[in-house]
């Protein structure tokens, strides 16, 4: 008869995924894992797989969890660029929050950390950024049809840009306890916008 599991496999992930977002994926040990999930290490791997494995499905699960509305703000109808300000002050107020600032951003840590050498979590990333650059596109061309962008404006040049710069606003918020550093970026991109 087959054993029944003794601890609940979602909120397992789920600690996984803090202990790996506070501490990045080198410096957790398995026997990090063991006693902050307190659960053993035979059934961490019979349940999740290899430390790297955990790591890619805890990644996942940030994925499911972060943003779900992003898309949503970026495509409501109406003017299209006020949504695109709010988004980018959005990252850089939560970028200059004392709470990211412990942790960034899990997917902008996977960047630095994994990506260069980590194709699976490299894949993961791409796939995250795509989720961010791809609505800003779309709301800036919206943006240039209706008008609020001028013609001679690029949308996807631009799109990568406020993206790109998103990502920096986390990476620096992360490091700098200055929150105007991150503020006084972001508003000199949107300024780009007029």
Known sequence: ?????????????QS???????????????????????????????????????YLKAMDRYAETRDPSLLTELSQPGPALPAVRAVVRRFAEEAASPEMRLAGCLVTNTAAELAPHDPAAARRVELSW??????????????????????????????????????????????????ARVRDAAEQALALLD
């Open 1 to 13: 008869m087959a054993r029944t599991k003794e601890f609940d496999p979602e909120a397992a992930l």
């Open 16 to 54: 996984a995924l803090e202990l790996f977002w506070k501490r990045g994926y080198e410096a957790t040990s398995m026997a990090d894992l063991v006693d902050y999930l307190g659960i053993g290490r035979a059934s961490i791997y019979a349940t999740f797989g290899s430390k790297h494995e955990l």
């Open 130 to 179: 795509d989720h961010v650059e791809t609505p800003l596109c779309s709301a800036l061309i919206r943006a240039q049809a209706q008008g609020e962008l001028p013609e001679d404006r690029d949308p996807r040049a631009l799109a990568r840009m406020l993206f790109v710069l998103m990502q920096g606003l986390r990476v620096v918020g992360k490091a700098s306890d200055d929150p």
